[in-house]
């Protein structure tokens, strides 16, 4: 039987999926229901983390009331540093799958430093030649399967349908799994010739566009709960409260107006953060994500977090309010 494959354990299969990171050049795909990234694998992502081209796309799974014991929260903050980046959750995952521009892995190991210290672990390393996985525009399931996988598919995995292959079956997962962080960069043409290179690229700015990540309980708050018991609280709470959860029209407590991110406006809304994002651009409130002058004028403006920037909009917009009333 002639397998266009490697199989790995242990060791071997660590240092290959070091090197899936190493080598992605312009995607990659990390699915792992369990994420606490150490050190080899910290410093094969920070090669990438400031290339203007590159995509990240994160998958996990599990703990849907605390995801911090499935997604270390130093981890989590360090993936977010990325500029190109989707992390999406899925409460059924349980594969592991990493998938760069030429090679994948299917294993049992997970992202996890114990997992990658104490277990016995297996892996198939495959060659693939997708083009562009991650993006939409795919001219034919042929362009996206080599022999080798199509030999791989049907004398290990006893697949033969194409629509089966694990590059697309896995994209597709993704894809379908909620989409729990997104942030795109803006970028703008360098100056010069760059490595040889007319017209280069770099980061300008990087956009939030969706973030439902920071409001999650960290551990230490796994079990505390907003006050239900609105009299009993200050005016400073109730507005503090009043971010997160719409207070019922009778309440006699007034609000100033407030800027909030677009992933605060969307649940006060009760609409997707993506639907908000597009709302806000048909609006001419945004564009290509940044503001407008008709933006600018009816107050919306850039703030920070954590060193990055995301578009605040005021909660009294006449769009938001007709949504709200």
Request: charged residues 30%; hydrophobic residues 35%; neutral net charge.
């Amino acid at each position: 039987m002639t397998i266009d494959a490697q199989f790995l354990f242990d060791n071997q299969l660590i240092a290959a999926v070091e090197n899936v990171i190493k080598n992605s050049k312009y995607e990659l795909l990390l699915i792992s229901p369990f994420i606490d990234l150490d050190k080899r694998m910290r410093d094969a992502l920070t090669q990438k983390i400031n290339k203007p081209d590159f995509k990240l796309r994160v998958l996990f799974g599990k703990n849907e009331n605390n995801i911090y014991k499935s997604i270390k929260k130093d981890s989590l903050d360090f993936l977010k540093k990325f500029p190109d980046i989707e992390i999406r959750y899925n409460e059924r995952l349980h594969a592991k799958f990493f998938l760069n521009d030429t090679h994948f892995i299917l294993t049992s190991l997970n992202l996890y430093d114990y997992s990658l210290a104490n277990n016995i672990e297996s892996g198939i390393l495959v060659r693939h030649t997708a083009r562009g996985i991650f993006g939409k525009a795919m001219d034919s399931a042929n362009n996206l399967i080599s022999e080798g996988v199509s030999t791989v598919k049907a004398n290990v995995l006893g697949i033969e349908n194409i629509e089966e292959d694990p590059t697309i079956k896995f994209y597709n997962i993704f894809e379908g799994s909620d989409l729990k962080f997104k942030a795109v960069p803006v970028l703008k043409n360098k100056k010069g010739i760059f490595n040889g290179m007319v017209g280069a690229k770099e980061i300008e700015v990087t956009t939030i566009l969706v973030d439902e990540l920071t409001i999650c309980l960290s551990p230490n708050e796994e079990n505390k709960k907003p006050s239900e018991n609105y009299s009993n609280t200050t005016q400073e709470n109730l507005q503090s409260i009043s971010e997160n959860f719409k207070i019922p029209k009778n309440n006699s407590v007034t609000t100033e107006r407030k800027n909030l991110s677009a992933s605060k406006i969307a649940k006060l809304m009760g609409i997707d953060q993506v639907d908000f994002i597009e709302l806000m651009e048909n609006e001419g409130y945004i564009m290509d994500y940044k503001i407008t002058d008709f933006g600018k004028a009816n107050g919306l403006e850039l703030k920070n977090y954590m060193g990055r920037e995301y578009i605040a909009y005021p909660d009294d917009l006449e769009p938001i309010k007709k949504y709200r009333n």
